[in-house]
Each structure stands twice: as C-alpha cells, then as structure tokens.
Nanobody
Framework: EVQLVESGGGLVQPGGSLRLSCAAS????????MNWVRQAPGNGLEWVSG????????SYTDSVKGRFTISRDNVKNTLYLQMNSLKPEDTAVYYC????????RGQGTQVTVSS
C-alpha cells in the first residue's frame, strides 16, 4: 500500500522556522519526483516546491524562494521541507505529493504562523 505520512507542522511565530517531513512507503521512492503542496483555508491546492527523483533538481514557487528548502533522503525514503522566515500567509495544510497521474498525497500537516 502506498503511504505518505507528513509530520512536523505546528504553531510558530512570524519569522520562525519549521521542518516538515514526509515518510514514504509502499513504492520505490527513489524513482519518483516529489512535491510539497499546500492548501490555505478557503483556497485551492497551491504547489510550493518540487524535487527530482535523485534530488539534483529543485524548484519553488516565487513566494517561498529563498525561505524554503526542499530535500530528500532516498535511503530513509523521506522528503523534507525546511521552512524559514515564516509569514502568516504561509499558514496552510501542507501535503507531500508523489508526482504521478493521478497524484498521490498524504493526509497533510497543519502549519499555522501567528503571533
């Protein structure tokens, strides 16, 4: 069974940091590109960042460039998102996503940025 389990979310003050993790199982993780996507209250899904299967190519939406870093460990079958200088507008449920048709996502982890 394919599983993606996100963790690491929480409540943080503006300017703070969080590191999200996504544990993958049930499929050959190293063969798939992966994304982080998010959904803020009342909004649709927004792509945040992506990484190639081997980890050599990364990309980011403009609003997080320079603040977020995506990475992966293909031995531990884990995807990461280091989030620094967090802003209230980063508040959302964050999902890791296997790049596929259809895409496969986990259950999400809540990130709330508030003072």
């Amino acid at each position: 069974e394919v599983q993606l389990v996100e963790s690491g979310g929480g409540l943080v003050q503006p300017g703070g940091s969080l590191r999200l993790s996504c544990a993958a199982s049930g499929f050959p993780f190293r063969r798939y590109a992966m994304n982080w996507v998010r959904q803020a209250p009342g909004n649709g899904l927004e792509w945040v960042s992506g990484i190639s299967s081997a980890g050599g190519v990364t990309s980011y939406t403009d609003s997080v460039k320079g603040r977020f870093t995506i990475s992966r460990d293909n031995v531990k079958n884990t995807l990461y998102l280091q989030m620094n200088s967090l802003k209230p507008e980063d508040t959302a449920v964050y999902y890791c996503e296997r790049v596929d048709r259809p895409a496969v996502r986990g259950q999400g982890t809540q990130v709330t940025v508030s003072s």
